[in-house]
Structures are given as structure tokens and as C-alpha cells.
């Protein structure tokens, strides 16, 4: 019985991690510059290493961290010297629920984007959020 209690332990998800694939379907979308909220469609799909604690998804691999239930990731534009702006999108999903909800903001550098900004790039939370989309999230298991 005791080997038997170590193997469950040593092969559990929990002792390893777990790679989970997600597919979200769009529900919503608040346009933040009058509060208005329309309907959304398509799909966003990822897949969430809990060993890594990394999110990736088409555009790469991001780290995340943890708050309750939730996990939150931001995913930056590769912005060059002279860009006038940068795009920024953060994401929050709640691993009970399953909704998850992408903030799409834009920074703007009004003399062109130099190195003394390279602070202000890296916080999101200095960037205008332009659109809110909501989505519900489902777990899906690979075909092969």
C-alpha cells in the first residue's frame, strides 16, 4: 500500500504540473470610450503550463501570476525606436469559471518612443485600455 500511495503521488498531475489546452469563445466586447457593450465572435486558444506557470499562445510564451483563482498575463508589441505608440493586451482567467477577460490598451510616446521610455513600455498600466472582451473558456484535450 505504501508503494502504491507513492506512485499516485509521484505520477499526479499536482506533483508534475499540468498542461491544459483552453478554447474561448468571445461573449462581449466594452468599447471603454463611451461604455457602450456589443457582441463578439471568434476564438482565442492557449495552452497553461501550472509547472512553468507560463501561458502560450500565438504570440509566444508569457508568464503569469496568481491571485485566488485567477491567473493574470500581459503580452506586449515588439516596439522599435521612433514608434509613435505600442499595443498592450492583458489577461485575467479565472480557473474555476472559466471566463476570461482581455484588455487591449495603446501607449503613446509623443516624441517617438526613445530608451529613456523604456520603463513606461513595460507598464501596462500606464496605457490607455481601449476595448474590454469577455470570453468563456473550456478545456480541450489534443486529438493525438
Known amino acids: 500500500m505504501k508503494y502504491l500511495s507513492l506512485l499516485l503521488l509521484?505520477?499526479?498531475?499536482v506533483a508534475f504540473g499540468e498542461i491544459s489546452n483552453?478554447?474561448?469563445?468571445?461573449?462581449?466586447?466594452?468599447?471603454?470610450?463611451?461604455?457602450?457593450?456589443s457582441?463578439?465572435?471568434?476564438?482565442?486558444?492557449?495552452?497553461?503550463?501550472?509547472?512553468?506557470?507560463?501561458?502560450?499562445?500565438?504570440?509566444?510564451?508569457?508568464?503569469?501570476t496568481e491571485n485566488g483563482n485567477k491567473i493574470m498575463w500581459t503580452a506586449l508589441e515588439i516596439i522599435e525606436i521612433?514608434?509613435?505608440s505600442a499595443f498592450g493586451r492583458h489577461y485575467v482567467l479565472d480557473r474555476v469559471s472559466g471566463e476570461l477577460e482581455i484588455m487591449f490598451?495603446?501607449?503613446y510616446f509623443e516624441k517617438g518612443?526613445?530608451?529613456?521610455?523604456?520603463?513606461?513600455?513595460?507598464?501596462?498600466w500606464?496605457?490607455?485600455?481601449?476595448?474590454?472582451?469577455?470570453l468563456q473558456c473550456k478545456k480541450v484535450q489534443r486529438i493525438f
Open 39 to 64: 457582441g463578439a465572435s471568434g476564438t482565442e486558444t492557449f495552452s497553461v503550463d501550472t509547472e512553468k506557470k507560463e501561458v502560450t499562445m500565438q504570440g509566444g510564451s508569457f508568464r503569469y
Open 126 to 134: 500606464g496605457y490607455d485600455i481601449g476595448l474590454v472582451h469577455s
Open 113 to 124: 518612443y526613445s530608451n529613456k521610455d523604456f520603463k513606461n513600455y513595460f507598464d501596462f
Open 105 to 107: 490598451a495603446t501607449k
Open 22 to 37: 483552453l478554447n474561448c469563445s468571445y461573449i462581449s466586447t466594452l468599447k471603454m470610450e463611451d461604455l457602450s457593450v
Open 10 to 13: 509521484v505520477f499526479s498531475p
Open 82 to 84: 521612433g514608434d509613435d
